[in-house]
């Protein structure tokens, strides 16, 4: 994982070359333009502080900076709520090195109390993930829906949770089990550079994202563009290897009792190929002869 002020640098600099003259308001005149996107000179007027000023926090000394001006910057630069979110882990990392925002996520197990709600929704899959997109918990047909993710070869034993970003991006099986592989990859390395900002000390991240940098082109490609979101709703197909193609909404569930940990639930449309398919999932993974392993 790249040193803070190398994020800052490369986060602000990807930004600013997105946004065009036009998308800012600015009259694109006659002129030869040498760079894809705003100037540096053009984001510091908007902004409303000096050339220097700015060309300083893009270089990556944020140390100092008012959130006023960070707002502006992030007003300038169009930043989606999950960027300026962003945008201010960086912030606050650089005011207080030594002193991390949020402790690093170490879970590796849920309360009993998040475990019996999981069970709960039996007729939906859920599962437990930590920030850094390792399954720490699931219901039974949670569990069932991705066992090719529990089965992986990038879990590195049955004791070790698997990791779904591990999963995307070093086991071949992941390109048959998504619909849409290119979104899935988008959709993890977005999450995890959002927690690199907000944990920049969690080891066990960076030792993630180094290992991912080191041996997939497709992960350090994407990294390099520094993207960032939280994946909360939205539509996926998995295909199953035991029951087919599952087109399945899902919904990201946060906890006050466990901020580190988001809830992702699957529904299936009643009445739906879908359906069916999920419920026959359900009937073989609560059948003793063909569960699919313990949780």
Excluded at 122 to 140: C, E, F, Q
Aim: glycine residues 6%; hydrophobic residues 40%; neutral net charge.
């Amino acid at each position: 994982m790249a040193p803070k002020n190398e994020s800052v640098r490369d986060f602000l600099a990807t930004r600013r070359a997105r946004i065009t003259p036009e998308m800012a308001g600015i009259p694109r005149g006659g002129g030869v333009r040498r760079v894809p996107g705003l100037r540096r000179e053009e984001v510091a007027t908007l902004a409303g502080v000096s050339v220097d000023y700015y060309t300083r926090i893009e270089k990556g000394d944020l140390t100092g900076v008012s959130d006023e001006i960070l707002d502006a910057i992030a007003r300038t630069l169009q930043l989606t709520d999950d960027e300026n979110a962003y945008l201010y882990d960086l912030a606050r990392t650089a005011r207080r090195p030594t002193h991390p925002r949020r402790r690093s996520n170490g879970t590796t197990t849920v309360a009993p109390q998040v475990q019996l709600l999981m069970d709960a929704m039996g007729s939906s899959p859920v599962i437990a993930l930590t920030r850094r997109l390792d399954i720490i918990a699931a219901n039974s047909l949670g569990r069932a829906l991705f066992d090719i993710a529990y089965a992986s070869p990038t879990r590195k034993s049955a004791a070790t949770a698997p990791n779904l970003a591990a999963f995307v991006f070093l086991d071949p099986a992941a390109e048959s089990f998504y619909e849409d592989l290119d979104d899935a990859a988008d959709t993890c390395v977005r999450i995890l550079r959002a927690q690199a900002g907000a944990t920049p000390h969690d080891a066990r991240l960076t030792q993630l994202i180094g290992e991912l940098s080191t041996r997939s082109t497709s992960f350090r490609t994407r990294w390099a563009a520094h993207d960032v979101g939280v994946h909360r709703t939205g539509t996926k197909t998995l295909n199953h290897r035991d029951v087919g193609p599952l087109t399945l909404g899902f919904e990201e569930l946060t906890l006050d009792s466990a901020p580190s940990l988001v809830l992702s639930v699957y529904v299936a449309e009643p009445a739906s190929p879908t359906a069916e398919r999920l419920q026959l999932l359900a009937a073989w993974a609560t059948t003793p002869t063909t569960a699919l392993g313990p949780l």
